[in-house]
């Protein structure tokens, strides 16, 4: 179905995305000014630590954004249709149906008064006019696809009745019941068992290369994001620092933040005495620095740093919200640029357009 | 239970069988320890209906000034074996010792009758000075209601440094050697980040200089970023201090950063146990070469093949006969299925170079019975989208 579309097509496009929340302490921008874009029957990796809007990200895409929250700007276009003034019967539509979300704890996604069998035909019957048995059907069919064994009686199980592993198996089928061409998983694995960890990273391996959907992967784990991903998006402080190939990002890293993560987890295999450390903390969201969001952490701090960086090209496809020069070393500007020379700067560096 | 105070002297020998003779370096000797917790139930809720086992014989010894590293997979029971150590939970038998002091010595059901020992009130508050505990939830684990002062001091006061004045240097020294801000001794929890509070944690189990230190999942809690500064202060401060660490995580790759050597427990039992370069370069129980296999490694040119591991861990309520891991063997299958496995509970026996597995057939893990595990178990669902 997706074949025939250029690999150059995005089937998601998120672009300048802001979602602010109105709290009692003051305006929080989650997410502030996103661009992602995720080809068709490709993986795209969101990383970054708590709090950096990833998950607000997939959460305004799914257009569940609740108040205090707010989509302040941006466009979200998937295949061609803009879903933030798409109306909200044609959203409901389209959400579990092309577009499905899987979440991190799948105790608190799945009802605990229905059985497992009757959410998914749920779904399935509310995407297609099928009977009601036919629906059951599909439910059962599709927990058989995720490797649970005995679907048939698993289909008549409450959620309390199922393993950790086996319920996220529940919320795959679910999220898979309607073949969407975009699945959403927001930290899949997180609450899961290294060895059950396997099991699903592998299950979804399977299914994305049978059915060609595209995965938007949204986790903290780098071992999780190289493995799974083709494309990968490094967040920081609701904004994209780093975009690129998933080679490029772990080899060739531009951004100081993207390249400390990469340096500061411990590899197994490569026992080193010390390890790499960003300094400092997260900043708050409700006080955040001027110019660059990662300048108070950052080693290699200039006065530009006090001006934004714009997101910008290094190399083509690579994309960096840093001031250093494409090859790291120091931008071509005077030691100590004015605000003004800093602002002229930011306009005549490319600005990307990811 | 009744306690019996027993003097030093007067504690009975470890029982023949049990880890060897003790070596003059080993700091915490563990034999033979169970933890079952019971599952009440019945009519009224008061008769025992059977037991979770949680640490189900475990024998270990750590030796001053390392760090043992302790793996396994949510429910294994590596906190627990922690918590009885520390004896922080009463353990059902079994016997720890402690620098040459005995914690408790309980005998085993079914074995010779004899007294259980406990160290008396006066003695274990002497040894508690001299073992601390780092816990994994920097949110749960400090009260909010007191300061960086009182929480970090009162340790100290407890063992009776009553002098006010004594007691803030104390503290303040203390976080100056975590990395934390003098100034901070007013401040209440809630106002620290997550890897503040864990820093805080670490400065309360330091207070009383004690020797060994039981950290149980440290940084698994924190951020990335956060997490590799907690784990260079915990290597800058062993060294510094001498400590020793129980470390136990579920993250391989932290407990490899960290430990000298590594255990990898399995429902309540210990399967492997060996030096971390030797356990992670060869490692020879089944479980462990999957656990391995199975961690995704950060680097996008090496996506490699794993051993997946079919269904779910049992129940710890009542696990498998036999080899608990027989259920879920890759090895087992490999080699047709013998039956000893499913009858006969292996021992963690000694392979040579100090590491020892409990698995019946550890020789024939080889690199072509991993390789060809790896390649036949590949899950694909059967297509009908």
């Known amino acids: 179905m997706t074949q025939t579309r250029g690999d150059k097509e995005a089937l998601l496009e998120v672009t300048d995305l802001r979602t602010h929340f109105a709290t009692a302490d003051g305006l929080v921008k989650a997410v502030d000014g996103v661009s992602l874009r995720i080809r068709p029957g490709k993986t795209l990796g969101v990383v970054g630590e708590s709090g950096c809007g990833k998950s607000i990200t997939a959460l305004s895409i799914m257009r569940l954004i609740e108040r205090p929250g707010r989509i302040v700007s941006g466009t979200i276009k998937f295949d061609g249709q803009d879903l933030i003034n798409l109306p909200d019967d044609e959203m409901r539509d389209l959400r579990g149906n092309q577009i499905s979300m899987i979440f991190q704890e799948p105790m608190t ?55 950790g592993g086996m319920r996220q198996r ?26 059950i960890q396997a099991q699903i990273l592998e299950l979804m391996k399977a299914l994305r290369e049978r059915n060609g959907m595209a995965i938007m992967l949204i986790t ?62 997260v900043p708050n969201p409700l006080n ?35 001031w250093l020069a494409p090859d790291g070393g120091k931008p071509e500007l005077g030691e100590a640029p004015s605000a003004a020379e800093a602002e002229a700067a930011a306009n005549t560096l490319t600005v990307a357009n990811p | 239970m009744t306690e019996i105070r027993t003097p030093n002297t007067l504690t009975p020998p470890p029982p023949a069988g049990a880890a060897g ?85 309980i005998p085993a059901k079914g074995e010779k009758q004899r007294p259980a020992v406990y160290a008396g009130k006066e003695a274990m508050k002497k040894v508690r000075q001299n073992m601390q505990v780092v816990f994994q939830d920097p949110y749960a684990s400090l009260n909010p209601r007191m300061s960086v002062g009182e929480l970090v001091g009162e340790g100290p006061l407890v063992h009776g440094m009553t002098d006010k004045k004594e007691r803030e240097a104390l503290v303040r020294d203390m ?30 189990a330091l207070a009383l200089h004690p020797d060994f230190i039981v950290c149980d999942e440290p940084v698994s809690a924190l951020d990335v970023s956060i997490q590799s500064q907690v784990l260079n202060l915990l290597n800058d401060l062993q060294a510094e201090m001498g400590l020793t660490y129980l470390f136990i995580a579920h993250n391989l790759a932290v407990v490899e950063h960290i430990s000298d050597r590594v255990g990898v427990m399995y429902l309540g039992k210990l399967v492997e146990l060996a ?23 950060p680097d996008p040119h090496r996506r490699k093949k794993r051993i997946i591991l079919k ?20 090895l087992r299958e490999q080699l047709g299925r013998p039956e000893r496995c499913a009858t006969e509970e292996p021992e963690l026996r000694d392979l040579g170079a100090g590491q020892q597995s409990a698995c019946h057939f550890a020789e024939e893990i080889s690199s072509a019975a991993v390789e060809s595990a790896v390649t036949t178990s590949a899950p694909v669902p059967t297509s009908t989208i």
């Not at chain 2, 269904?311 to 890759?330: L, V």
Request: proline share 7%; glycine share 8%; aromatic share 4%.
């Open chain 1, 170 to 195: 529940v919320m795959i089928a679910m999220a898979l019941s309607t073949n969407p061409e975009l699945l959403i998983a927001d930290e899949p694995t997180t609450a899961l068992d290294v060895t």
């Open chain 2, 311 to 330: 269904g779910d861990i049992p129940s710890p309520a009542n696990p498998p006969s036999g080899c608990r891991f027989h259920t879920r063997c890759w």
């Open chain 2, 275 to 297: 030096n971390v370069d030797d356990i992670y370069a060869n490692p020879r129980h089944p479980y462990s070469v999957a656990l391995l296999s199975a961690v995704p490694e």
């Open chain 1, 288 to 322: 955040l620095p001027s110019g660059c969001l990662f300048k108070r952490r950052c080693p290699y701090a200039m006065p530009i740093c006090d001006t934004k960086p714009p997101l910008r090209e290094i190399t083509p496809g690579h994309v960096s919200r840093c």
């Open chain 2, 21 to 105: 003779i003790a070596e003059a370096d080993t700091l915490v000797r563990v034999d033979n320890l169970v933890k079952h917790f019971e599952i009440r139930g019945g009519m009224l809720g008061v008769s025992t209906i059977g037991a979770v086992k949680a640490v189900d014989g475990v024998s270990l010894s750590v030796k001053r000034g390392e760090a043992l590293g302790l793996v396994g997979e949510s429910g294994c029971g590596k906190t627990t074996l922690g918590k009885v150590i520390l004896r922080l939970l009463p353990a059902t038998s079994g016997r720890v010792e402690m620098d040459g002091q005995v914690l408790f010595d």
């Open chain 1, 109 to 163: 996604s799945l009802n605990p008064v229905y059985t497992c069998g009757d959410q998914i035909a749920e779904t399935v019957a509310r995407h297609s006019n099928v009977s009601r048995k036919a629906a059951m059907d599909r439910a059962v069919d599709m927990l058989s696809q995720v490797g649970i064994p005995d679907p048939k009686r698993r289909a008549t199980e409450h959620p309390h009745q199922l393993s």
């Open chain 2, 175 to 204: 976080l100056s050697r975590v990395g934390l801000n003098q100034s901070h001794i007013h401040r209440y929890p809630h106002e620290f980040s997550g890897g503040q509070r864990q820093r805080i944690g670490i400065a309360r």
């Open chain 1, 220 to 281: 903290h784990d780098l071992g999780v994001v190289a493995e799974m991903s083709d494309d990968v998006s490094v967040m920081y402080a609701g904004k994209v620092v780093e975009a690129s190939d998933v080679i490029t990002v772990f080899d060739k890293a531009h951004h100081p933040y993207s390249r400390g993560l990469l340096a500061s987890i411990p590899r197994m295999g490569h026992r080193q005495e010390r390890l790499e450390v960003i300094n400092g903390v």
